[in-house]
């Protein structure tokens, strides 16, 4: 590379031509650096790019914002994201265990549910049941009034039969007093020898 003058370069990433001076070529000397493969305003371009870190193992690049830790930082980092991991497994199995106890509550108000529907569907049956016999003990009623002025007139006339029957026990009785008294100094050798003769003066 010749110091002594000007010489021109070709930019590898624009493919344009730029000039690589006398005081940058003994700058680069002097810092040991090779002759530039880009013009001045691909490189001002470059330089304004973030800065991308390499994974050294995968080789994923990494944002300006990501962070970078030394060993040790990085395991009391990995630490403290091992913890956080664990409380949040405590959380979802506490929330598991929550889930659970809320399904099996759930399945009981079910079958408590299940269980009232079935009482209000015995009770509907019965209400059924007795709507039923109210309606037969009202048609009972109406028909009852309807005989009411028969019955009530049967149980008059047996009223009056049994006033006529005791009447006419009484007479008999009467009847066989008097006869008893009348009879009372007759023998009955008497007695059939009259009622004989009164029944051959019939017979004449």
């Given at each position: 590379?010749?110091?002594d003058?000007?010489?021109?370069?070709?930019?590898?990433?624009?493919?344009?031509?730029?000039?690589?001076s006398?005081a940058?070529?003994?700058?680069?000397e002097?810092?040991?650096?090779?002759?530039?493969s880009?013009?001045?305003?691909?490189?001002?371009?470059?330089q304004?790019e973030?800065y991308?870190?390499?994974?050294?193992?995968?080789g994923?690049?990494?944002?300006?914002?990501?962070f970078v830790?030394?060993?040790?930082?990085l395991?009391s980092?990995q630490?403290?994201?091992e913890?956080?991991?664990?409380?949040?497994?405590e959380?979802?199995?506490a929330?598991?265990?929550?889930?659970?106890?809320?399904?099996?509550?759930k399945?009981?108000?079910?079958e408590?549910?299940?269980r009232k529907?079935q009482?209000?569907?015995?009770?509907?049956l019965?209400?059924n049941?007795?709507?039923?016999?109210?309606?037969?003990?009202?048609?009972?009623h109406t028909?009852?009034?309807?005989?009411?002025?028969?019955?009530?007139?049967?149980?008059e006339?047996?009223?009056?039969?049994?006033?006529?029957?005791?009447?006419?026990?009484?007479?008999?009785?009467?009847?066989?007093r008097?006869m008893?008294e009348?009879y009372a100094?007759?023998?009955?050798w008497?007695?059939i020898?009259?009622?004989?003769?009164q029944n051959?003066?019939?017979?004449?």
């Open positions: 590379m010749s110091k003058a000007d010489i021109n370069l070709i930019c590898r990433q624009c493919s344009r031509q730029f000039v690589f006398k940058e070529q003994e700058f680069y002097l810092k040991d650096f090779t002759s530039p880009r013009c001045q305003e691909c490189r001002s371009a470059k304004n973030p991308r870190f390499i994974c050294s193992q995968c994923t690049g990494l944002e300006k914002e990501d830790y030394c060993t040790a930082c395991a980092v630490l403290e994201v913890q956080k991991a664990k409380k949040g497994q959380a979802v199995s929330a598991r265990t929550k889930l659970l106890a809320a399904e099996s509550e399945a009981e108000l079910a408590s549910l299940r529907e009482l209000m569907a015995e009770l509907e019965k209400l049941n007795l709507s039923q016999e109210l309606e037969k003990a009202v048609q009972f028909a009852l009034e309807w005989l009411q002025p028969t019955l009530n007139a049967i149980a006339r047996v009223e009056d039969l049994e006033h006529t029957q005791n009447v006419i026990n009484e007479k008999m009785l009467q009847t066989i008097a008893s009348k100094n007759v023998s009955l008497e007695l020898k009259r009622s004989l003769g051959l003066k019939q017979d004449a």
